[in-house]
């Protein structure tokens, strides 16, 4: 079965939706009768197959209630984070062609928000009580809906990341959830946890996929190292996916306190959105066992790779070999390159995305000699045996001195100092070379701010790189300006020093 309704029908009492912070959750049964009452809604408000709702919604059960309503309706579902601000927004909402908003009355940005010719704008209550009003039961003109997600907007504006609607019954299976339901066997008898925000694409991807095939669904209303050992272990979780970044703040607790917590459920714990420094995931994998399982791919769905951790144990650094699409490596010139040699990495055989009202971007992501091959703007190579390693965005590359520079090895590096909390690497301007590079670090300890401290990293890093790609200053930052999904706003970072006259 790969649908909510189909797990309704067969067990409606069965937990769908589970909050760590003990507010009221779903049942399979809450879950089905709130997404056709949604459905409902959508058609009371002229709303129709193939357009748009949005969501501006902490993790809450009201998402799973969107969403599902959204599917089932045939419409675009695209969320918003609750980070940004109303400007933000607002750019969203219009790109998007977003008929209703769905949104949290505390988020601070909602009040200043614009009002849109027909846009529908409704708080978490007032959604809820529109719901109540409606009828049960499906509606008449059932179609298939699916995610339209936005870009994180670290190298820029977000983008709409718009694919096909499915055809068929909306209770058909869909490749996503067939993908994580073979790759991991994740089906009724599991429970998953997530612990990200459900405005970001994995967590909503897996979460809904988890519904479709039955799983219970636990969510923590916000990330907390601790908190997320408690979880797993309370609710006897057997899958979660996590970011690196989760990584380090679970293993800068204590042993004493992760040993106190039993975590023997776990089957499965995914990772991927950003990359994960080796002396980090080896001491996952040393902690957890061979359970941590990687993959890299996008929003986009246009391909993606998967390695488990006896494969990364042969292969370390490794995002794994393709699991959907065929991988290239290319040069600038759309020419594939051998095995060993760095490029940009494309997908061929994935899904054919766009970018919503921008043919330029949708263009730039294609291969100039192959333009049923497309990119995320990633640089890395295939080893002999087809094992994808990742070394930058492109568009971080930083180019000193005719030198070519990639700041992820460097950020990889700093963030195992144990006194560093995060850590962002990137090129300023320099007259001599063009650029220079420059580490952004967030220390575990303001008070290590100091002068003294960028020192001492500078030469840590020279123990370990060579000269040319290590930092020639270091500036500290109380926090850097990281998503919860794990990608860091490098853009930020970068315009406090290209703006500077």
Known sequence: MTHPRLHARANPDKPAVVMTDGSPGLSYGELEDRANRGAHLLRELGIGQGETIAYWLPNCPEVFEVYWAGQRAGCYITPIATALTAEEADYIIGNSGARLLVADSAIPGLAALPARPGVTVMTREEWRAALDRQPQGQIAD??????????????????GIRLPLPEGEVTASHQLAEQIGGRYGLGPDDTYLSPAPLYHTAPLAYTTAAHRLGATVVVMPKFDAEEALKAIQDHRVTMTQMVPTMFVRMLKLSETVRKSYDLSSLRHVVHAAAPCPVPVKHAMIE????????????????????????????????????????????NDAGNELSAGEQGIVYFEGGWDFKYLGDEEKTRDARNPRHPTWSTLGDVGYLDEDGYLFLTDRKSYMIISGGVNIYPQEVENLLITHPRVADAAVIGVPNPDFGEEVKAVVQP??????????????????????????????????PALPRLDNGKLYKRLIKDRYWKKD
């Open 287 to 330: 902690w957890l066992g061979p359970i941590v399982f990687e993959y890299y791919g996008g929003s986009e769905g246009n391909g993606s790779t998967a390695i488990t951790s006896e494969e990364w144990l042969r292969k370390p650094g490794s995002v794994g070999r393709a699991s959907w699409g065929t991988i290239h490596i290319c």
């Open 142 to 159: 059932e179609a298939p809906g699916f995610h339209m997600v936005y870009s994180s907007g670290t190298t820029g504006r977000p983008k």
């Open 444 to 477: 575990l300890d303001p008070a290590d701010a100091t002068p003294a401290f960028a020192a001492e990293l500078i030469a840590f890093c020279k123990e370990h790189l060579s000269p040319i790609k290590c930092p020639r200053s270091v500036d500290f930052d």
